[in-house]
């Protein structure tokens, strides 16, 4: 993962998996992340994956394989 990124400063909250834990649960969603859009990929920053899709900090996905 780059360290020159757009979502570094939000990172450094030590709430922020506090922050996902509660999305998940309010929404019933078993997945809630940070991520950086691209127009060709969206990269993980911060992930909270009780799905088990094994998503992690700093994987990338290509768009055109996702909603």
Known sequence: ???DTTARPL???DAV???LDL??????QR????AEVTPDQWRCHAVR???????????ALDV????
């Open 1 to 3: 993962m780059s360290e």
């Open 11 to 13: 990172l450094e909250f």
């Open 64 to 67: 055109q394989t996702t909603f």
């Open 31 to 34: 997945i809630a992340l940070v």
């Open 17 to 19: 998996d506090s922050i």
């Open 23 to 28: 999305l998940c649960e309010a929404t019933g």
């Open 49 to 59: 994956d009780h799905a088990g899709f094994g998503l992690q900090r700093g994987d």
